[in-house]
């Protein structure tokens, strides 16, 4: 927890203001919009797959006893 507070800690009202100025000024005001559906798009698609890959292990997991099952029989 150290390293986050050292990271983050001293990240006031300020300083977001002056992210986003420098923001605005890098890629300018029409240039955000796609940048956020992008990060969106992104962070769905990153979900979708995490999502899928638990059901996956929880069927897995799920299935495993029978087969012990029908292993030992």
Same mark, same amino acid.
């Given at each position: 927890?150290?390293?986050?507070?050292?990271?983050?800690?001293?990240?006031?009202?300020?300083? %977001? %203001?002056?992210?986003? %100025?420098?923001?605005?000024?890098?890629?300018?005001?029409?240039?955000?919009?796609?940048?956020?559906?992008?990060?969106?798009?992104?962070?769905?698609?990153?979900?979708?797959?995490?999502?899928?890959?638990?059901?996956?292990?929880?069927?897995?997991?799920?299935?495993?006893?029978?087969?012990?099952?029908?292993?030992?029989?």
């Amino acid at each position: 927890m150290g390293k986050i507070s050292l990271l983050f800690g001293g990240i006031g009202p300020p300083e %977001i %203001i002056l992210i986003v %100025i420098l923001v605005l000024v890098l890629f300018g005001g029409r240039k955000i919009p796609e940048l956020m559906r992008g990060m969106g798009q992104g962070i769905r698609e990153f979900n979708r797959a995490k999502n899928s890959i638990e059901e996956e292990v929880k069927d897995r997991l799920r299935d495993e006893p029978q087969k012990i099952k029908e292993k030992s029989q």
